[in-house]
């Protein structure tokens, strides 16, 4: 039984990841500051990462997930305070490529500031950085989008909510722009393959080998809620943000390297119905916004 070390613990990824590895058995603690619910069979250290203190100085971890990093403070931080630790995974983010370098991303590929992630992906850059330079044996992982059961961000709930009001849905353009997902148990699949693995590659970009149009994710959300979806196209002139859960940035990650170790992911629309059925069962957790009431006021 490996004793872990989960930064966060009570939302979307993190929570669903202490969870994960409660079921297998893991002895899991989460490191939070305790304002939220906490997973069932977890042992919490009460703390904000920004201020450790002591409290980590006691604990040697087989392993730390660090799900929750997004500065080199972060990192360094939780390095200075913990006792000791084996194996280190942080989760990154594709954030970390300039939209200006040809596509697909790969691991290799400069890194830099991207105009449509701003100092989110400056800062995990420096976050990356400050890992590899004292534990260079770490491993980091470069997701693109991550959905699945547990996503409070209003990306697939968007259009789940508007499948169950019968809403047509309004698309930039022409619904031609084309994203990437990962689907939140392959994460935490692919983990547990480099703990076993330990591969000579420390750094992999994650995530479904393809990318889907925005009209075609949207319609599987719909699928996914027992709805067909009937789409408006909005012009190029409208904000996209104002009404639609994505930026206007279309990207690729090559995930051939991950693909090496695990070929299999979950296909989109399994991953999708199983999101939907989260959803239902906790609508309140999802973090709204305001979309709906722009549509109907400049759109509709």
């Known amino acids: 039984m490996k004793t872990v070390l989960i930064t966060g613990g009570t939302v979307f990824a993190s929570r669903y990841a202490a969870e994960y590895y409660v079921k297998k058995g893991y002895d899991v603690f989460v490191l939070n500051r305790n304002s939220r619910a906490q997973p069932e069979g977890v042992t919490l250290i009460e703390a904000d990462r920004h201020d450790l203190g002591d409290q980590l100085r006691q604990y040697h971890f087989d392993v730390i997930f660090d799900i929750t990093a997004y500065t080199a403070a972060d990192v360094n931080g939780l390095l200075d305070a913990v006792g000791g630790f084996d194996d280190?995974?942080?989760i990154s983010s594709s954030a970390v490529?300039?939209?200006?370098?040809?596509?697909?991303?790969?691991?290799?590929?400069?890194?830099?500031?991207?105009q449509i992630?701003?100092?989110?992906?400056?800062?995990?850059?420096?976050?990356?950085?400050?890992?590899?330079?004292?534990a260079p044996n770490a491993y980091i992982l470069r997701p693109p989008y991550l959905y699945g059961p547990m996503n409070n961000l209003y990306r697939e709930a968007f259009a789940f909510e508007c499948a169950l009001k019968d809403r047509k849905f309004y698309l930039p353009r022409d619904g031609g722009m084309r994203l990437q997902f990962f689907y939140v148990d392959d994460l935490c699949r692919f983990m547990d393959i480099i703990l076993e693995q330990k591969p000579a590659r420390h750094i992999f970009n994650v995530g479904n080998r393809e990318t889907v149009s925005v009209r075609d994710w949207v319609a599987l959300c719909y699928q996914a809620a027992g709805k067909s979806a009937e789409f408006v196209l909005v012009d190029s002139g409208v904000e996209q943000r104002n009404y639609f859960s994505f930026y206007d940035y279309e990207y690729c990650l090559d995930v051939a390297a991950q693909e090496r170790l695990m070929p299999d992911t979950k296909p989109l629309d399994e991953g999708l119905r199983e999101s939907f059925a989260w959803y239902l069962a906790h609508p309140g957790e999802v973090n709204g916004k305001p979309y709906l009431q722009y549509i109907d006021a400049h759109l509709a």
């Not at 200006?100 to 500031?113: I, K, N, S, V, W």
């Not at 989110?120 to 004292?134: F, H, Q, S, V």
């Open 117 to 134: 992630w701003g100092i989110y992906g400056t800062n995990k850059i420096e976050a990356e950085r400050a890992l590899m330079e004292r």
């Open 88 to 90: 280190y995974i942080l």
């Open 97 to 114: 490529y300039p939209e200006y370098c040809p596509q697909p991303f790969r691991e290799d590929t400069e890194l830099g500031a991207n």
